[in-house]
Nanobody, 123 residues
Framework: QVQLVESGGGLVQAGGSLRLSCAVS????????MAWFRQAPGKEREFVAT????????TYADSVKGRFTISRDNAKNTVYLQMNNLKLEDTAVYYC????????????????WGQGTQVTVSS
């Protein structure tokens, strides 16, 4: 059974940075396309970034492009999300998704999810 565990969330002032991590159990991590999504209160889960199995073709939502960077370390079974120049509207629970056959921006394409980590950006 595949498990995903996010960490690294917290409270940060606008303009600050955070680095999220998602540790994935299982020996097949290197075969997964991975992604980050986020969900603010009262809103649907939205796409943030995705990365292919061999770190090609990272793709970002327009709202985070130029500020966030997704990366992965297949030796450590971990995917990261470096978030810089955080804005108030980045406040949400951030979820790691894995197991997609494609690098997709649709939550339904990801079979495995973590429990989420809260990111709160203050003014």
């Amino acid at each position: 059974q595949v498990q995903l565990v996010e960490s690294g969330g917290g409270l940060v002032q606008a303009g600050g940075s955070l680095r999220l991590s998602c540790a994935v159990s299982g020996r097949t991590f290197s075969t997964y396309n991975m992604a980050w999504f986020r969900q603010a209160p009262g809103k649907e889960r939205e796409f943030v970034a995705t990365i292919s199995r061999i770190s090609e073709r990272p793709t970002y939502a327009d709202s985070v492009k130029g500020r966030f960077t997704i990366s992965r370390d297949n030796a450590k079974n971990t995917v990261y999300l470096q978030m810089n120049n955080l804005k108030l509207e980045d406040t949400a629970v951030y979820y790691c998704g894995g197991g997609s056959l494609v690098t997709s921006s649709r939550p339904a394409d990801y079979a495995n999810w973590g429990q989420g980590t809260q990111v709160t950006v203050s003014s």
